[in-house]
C-alpha cells in the first residue's frame, strides 16, 4: 500500500532553517508529480511546492519562493523541502501528497504531516 | 492567488441533503474538469472524496457527489451522518499550472 512518511519538522527560530524529509513506498516514485502542502494552524489548506517525477519542472507558492528548495531523489524514493529564513507565518503541519502523473491538483495520498513551528 | 471560494459553514440534520459550492473562475473550475474535494477531520490529514468534478474514489461513500456548472462546482452530501462531521476543501487546477485550493467549509451535522 501507498505509503508517505514525513520527518524534520520541530521548533526553529525566525530567520533559522529546517529540512522536511519524506520517505514514499508501495508506488513507483519517479512516476509521480510529488507535492507539500501545508496547514496553518486553524487555517486552510495551501500549496507550498510540487516537483515533476523527473525533478524539471518545479512550482513554489509566492509566499516561500526564494526561501524554500523542493528536491527529490527517485532512487531512493524520497522527497524533500529545504525551509530557509523562515518565518513565524510558516508555522504550520506540513504535508508530503502525491499527485498524479501530470499535475492536476488530485491528491489521493497525504503523509500524516509534520509540524513545523517558527517561534523565537 | 487568492483562495477559492467556499461557504464558510453549513450545516443540517442527520438524513438530509447539503451542497457545499466552490466559486472560481473560467481560468480555473470553469476551465479543467480537475476539480477534486477533500474531507479533513479535526487533527486528520485530509481524504480525497471526489477527483475530476464527479469522480468517487474506491472506498468512499457513494452518499458523496460532486458537480460543475460554470465556474462553480458542488459537493452534495446526502443522507448526512454523524461521521460526516468535517471541514471540506474543494481544488482546482489553474491556468498557472498550479492547483488552489478553497477556504473551506465547516459541515455540522445538528
Known amino acids: 500500500q501507498v505509503q508517505l512518511v514525513e520527518s524534520g519538522g520541530g521548533l526553529v527560530k525566525p530567520g533559522g532553517s529546517l529540512r522536511l524529509s519524506c520517505a514514499a513506498s508501495?508506488?513507483?516514485?519517479?512516476?509521480?508529480?510529488m507535492t507539500w502542502i501545508r496547514q496553518a494552524p486553524g487555517k486552510g489548506l495551501e500549496w507550498v511546492s510540487y516537483i515533476s517525477s523527473s525533478g524539471s519542472t518545479i512550482y513554489y507558492a509566492d509566499s516561500v519562493k526564494g526561501r524554500f528548495t523542493i528536491s527529490r531523489d527517485n532512487a531512493k524514493n524520497s522527497l524533500s523541502l529545504q525551509m530557509n529564513s523562515l518565518r513565524a507565518e510558516d508555522t504550520a503541519m506540513y504535508y508530503c501528497?502525491?499527485?498524479?502523473?501530470?499535475?492536476?491538483?488530485?491528491?489521493?495520498?497525504w503523509g500524516q504531516g509534520t509540524l513545523v513551528t517558527v517561534s523565537s | 492567488q487568492s483562495a477559492l471560494s467556499q461557504p464558510a459553514s453549513v450545516s443540517g440534520s442527520p438524513g438530509q441533503s447539503i451542497t457545499i459550492s466552490c466559486t472560481g473562475t473560467?481560468?480555473?473550475?470553469?476551465?479543467?474538469?480537475?476539480v477534486s474535494w477533500y474531507q479533513q477531520h479535526p487533527g486528520k490529514a485530509p481524504k480525497l472524496m471526489i477527483s475530476?468534478?464527479?469522480s468517487r474514489p474506491s472506498g468512499v461513500s457513494n452518499r458523496f457527489s460532486g458537480s460543475k456548472s460554470g465556474n462553480t462546482a458542488s459537493l452534495t452530501v446526502s443522507g448526512l451522518q454523524a461521521e460526516d462531521e468535517a471541514d471540506y476543501y474543494c481544488?482546482?487546477?489553474?491556468?498557472?499550472?498550479?492547483?488552489?485550493f478553497g477556504g473551506g467549509t465547516k459541515l455540522t451535522v445538528l
Open positions: 475530476d468534478v464527479s
Open positions: 481544488n482546482s487546477y489553474t491556468s498557472s499550472s498550479t492547483p488552489r
Open positions: 508501495g508506488f513507483t516514485f519517479s512516476d509521480y508529480y
Open positions: 501528497a502525491r499527485d498524479g502523473q501530470i499535475i492536476t491538483g488530485t491528491i489521493e495520498y
Open positions: 473560467s481560468s480555473d473550475v470553469g476551465g479543467y474538469n480537475y
